[in-house]
């Protein structure tokens, strides 16, 4: 088992910035990579970033890259998302997720892929 316990969120403005924190415990040492989620009232769960564990790869979808930034403190087994030039569009819940399952690239923006949750952390961004 991998708990995961997020950070971080908050009430911001427009342009702000905010850093979310995903502390994970527990049996870690499976754990291929982590990714960061969001849930906007009424949506799907949306893919936002991902992070191996052990390497350098990222991934962003198009809606976030060059304003979000996933990294990770190996020793902490914390990892982070830097979310810069807050957008109201980017209200919602944020879930942290570990994958124990795979090193293969295939789903990785699917929750299906991943077997560990955080409970969420919610960014409002008002306009």
């Known amino acids: 088992q991998v708990q995961l316990v997020e950070s971080g969120g908050g009430l911001v403005q427009t342009g702000d910035s905010l850093r979310l924190s995903c502390t994970a415990s527990?049996?870690?040492?499976?754990?291929?990579?982590m990714g960061w989620f969001r849930q906007a009232p009424g949506k799907e769960r949306a893919f936002v970033a991902r992070?191996?564990?052990?390497?350098?790869?990222?991934y962003y979808p198009d809606s976030v890259k060059g304003r979000f930034t996933i990294s990770r403190d190996n020793a902490k087994n914390t990892v982070y998302l830097q979310m810069n030039s807050l957008r109201p569009e980017d209200t919602a819940v944020y879930y942290c997720?570990?994958?124990?399952?795979?090193?293969?690239?295939?789903?990785?923006?699917?929750?299906?892929?991943?077997?560990?949750w955080g409970q969420g952390t919610q960014v409002t961004v008002s306009s």
């Open positions: 992070i191996d564990w052990n390497n350098d790869f990222t």
């Open positions: 527990g049996r870690t040492f499976n754990t291929r990579a």
């Open positions: 997720a570990a994958d124990t399952n795979s090193f293969s690239t295939s789903g990785i923006v699917q929750p299906s892929r991943y077997d560990y």
